[in-house]
């Protein structure tokens, strides 16, 4: 007798093992009520097509199916469902994950009333994309916006010219009759570059300088006109009057330590060369 029950046992282990496969149908069903107004009948199954690694018995890669954003099912190879939907548009989306973040997924907007074949086939490809096929073709998937790249507001900045008195003027000049070619040249070429190679430029900042030499009034004024005189040229070459300004740092900004061990008048003087000059500062944004 206690062998009949052991094999009655045995027998019911058997079948309740057989009876529960995790893959045998979707779960999470949604849209299963045909009720009023949700006539329209659609059926979902699963292909036998198997992601990369999985088995039929070992599936780790099961097709998760949403109608407008609520999970409707989760299904695994050769699974089955219906649902009932209104007489309208639904946006279907299939999506499986490997892993918690490589997930992939397919959407399109449909409306079921309108096909002719309310039958859906949901599969993988190769590459293990999901996708939904319907009347034998696969449908395309909704086109992602593309990532919008931030954009960025353009930054000016401020680029420094020197340009060298003795170079622009004849000794001791300041004029436009003072200038010389190469001078004139320079200016010329500055010039150029601000049209040539700025989108825009909000301001330009001339500042005369001179060396040490001569009376702190004598200097300030030779340096103002002198930054007056590349003003006017910048002007007849076509840069904008109203974004230059002009100043005057006379003997107070030089750029050498004053040559005092040079005792030669014109060793001084040409020591003391790089101070003699005019500041052209850009502002803008370049090209």
Not at 191 to 211: C, E, P, R
Not at 268 to 285: E, M, N, S, Y
Request: with cysteine; glycine share 6%; net charge positive.
């Amino acid at each position: 007798m206690w062998k009949l029950s052991l094999l009655t046992t045995v027998i019911s282990l058997v079948v309740a093992s057989c009876a529960f496969d995790p893959y045998s149908k979707p779960s999470a069903l949604r849209f299963q009520n045909n009720k009023q107004g949700y006539n329209q009948e659609i059926n979902v199954n699963r292909d036998a097509k198997l992601c990369a690694g999985d088995t039929r018995d070992e599936q780790s890669c099961p097709i998760h199916f949403y109608i407008d954003s609520i999970e409707s099912g989760k299904f695994y190879i050769n699974n089955t469902a219906k649902y009932y939907l209104k007489p309208e548009v639904y946006n279907f989306k299939v999506k499986n994950c490997s892993g918690e973040k490589n997930c992939q997924s397919c959407d399109v907007d449909l409306r079921p009333d309108q096909l002719k074949d309310r039958n859906f086939i949901l599969s993988v490809d190769a590459a293990g994309v999901p996708f939904i096929s319907n009347n034998g073709h696969p449908l395309a998937c909704r086109q992602q916006p593309a990532a919008q790249k931030p954009v960025v507001a353009p930054v000016e900045h401020t680029e420094t010219i020197d340009l060298a008195a003795d170079t622009l003027f004849k000794f001791d000049g300041s004029s436009l009759n003072d200038l010389l070619p190469k001078g004139r040249q320079e200016v010329q070429d500055v010039a150029s570059k601000i049209s040539t190679g700025f989108v825009s430029v909000s301001k330009i900042i001339l500042v005369g300088h001179t060396d040490r030499l001569g009376s702190e009034t004598y200097n300030q004024k030779l340096g103002q006109n002198r930054a007056e005189t590349v003003r006017s040229l910048l002007v007849q070459n076509g840069v904008s009057a109203n974004i230059i300004s002009v100043a005057s740092a006379g003997k107070n900004q030089p750029v050498t330590d004053g040559c005092p061990t040079v005792k030669s008048r014109e060793a001084l003087k040409a020591c003391l060369q790089p101070d003699r000059r005019v500041t052209v500062q850009i502002t803008g944004i370049t090209k």
